[in-house]
């Protein structure tokens, strides 16, 4: 069975970092696109970036320069480095695959196999 866990959310002040993990089981995630993607409250579902099985890595413009994916294939887990956050990156966090990486603006109807989310929230 394919699954995907996110882990690492929490708490942060503005201006500070957090780092997400996405554990993969039942797959690999040397073969699949892994997509970051958040859901503000009452707003939709909005892409973060993607980071292809070959290692390749694409962001949406309002975070670029300041969140990093990356992944390591010998733990199957694929991370989301947030520094320089703010209150406007607050909302849950959720990894997905997929067989290519998902085009910005990334479509987040697309998708394979999703998880179950993480929450972060960036107050002042």
């Known amino acids: 069975q394919q699954q995907l866990v996110e882990s690492g959310g929490g708490l942060v002040q503005p201006g500070g970092s957090l780092r997400l993990s996405c554990k993969l089981s039942?797959?690999?995630?040397?073969?699949?696109?892994i997509g970051w993607f958040r859901q503000a409250p009452g707003k939709e579902r909005e892409g973060v970036g993607c980071?292809?099985?070959?290692?390749?890595?694409d962001y949406e413009e309002y975070v670029k320069g300041r969140f990093t994916i990356s992944k390591d294939n010998a733990k199957n887990t694929a991370y989301l480095q947030m520094n320089s956050l703010k209150p406007e990156d607050t909302g849950v966090y959720y990894c997905a695959a997929a067989e290519l990486c998902w085009e910005v603006p990334m479509n987040s109807a697309l998708g394979d196999f999703w998880g179950q989310g993480t929450r972060v929230t960036v107050f002042s």
């Open positions: 039942g797959f690999f995630v040397d073969h699949y696109a």
């Open positions: 980071i292809s099985s070959g290692g390749s890595t």
